[in-house]
């Protein structure tokens, strides 16, 4: 049974950092990509970054450039999101995601807790 947990949340002031990690474990075949999402009180799940894990390409929402960095390991199993220069408006449940090369099949994990205080 494929699981992704997630680490790294916490409270940190405005212009903090934190670095969240996802292990996947679980896992016989290749994920096509992964990625985090975050989801704020009252608001839609929203795409914060993503990773190829076959190649190199990512993609972030434009509201992180710049502040935030994905990476993963050789083994394309874990991902790390590097947040610098928090902002209150991060402040939400980040989850991560990974997607099933060839399938499509979408895993999620339970989600970290990101409070950035003013």
């Known amino acids: 049974q494929v699981q992704l947990v997630e680490s790294g949340g916490g409270s940190v002031p405005a212009g903090g950092s934190l670095r969240l990690s996802c292990a996947a474990s679980g896992v016989t075949f290749s994920f096509a990509s992964m990625g985090w999402y975050r989801q704020a009180p009252g608001k839609e799940r929203e795409m914060v970054a993503v990773?190829?894990?076959?190649?190199?390409?990512?993609t972030y929402a434009d509201f992180v450039k710049d502040r935030f960095s994905i990476s993963r390991d050789k083994a394309g199993k874990t991902v790390f999101l590097q947040m610098n220069n928090l902002e209150p408006e991060d402040t939400a449940v980040y989850y991560c995601?990974?997607?099933?090369?060839?399938?499509?099949?979408?895993?999620w994990g339970q989600g970290t807790q990101v409070t950035v205080s003013s």
């Open positions: 995601k990974a997607v099933r090369l060839g399938w499509q099949t979408t895993y």
């Open positions: 990773i190829l894990t076959a190649g190199k390409g990512t």
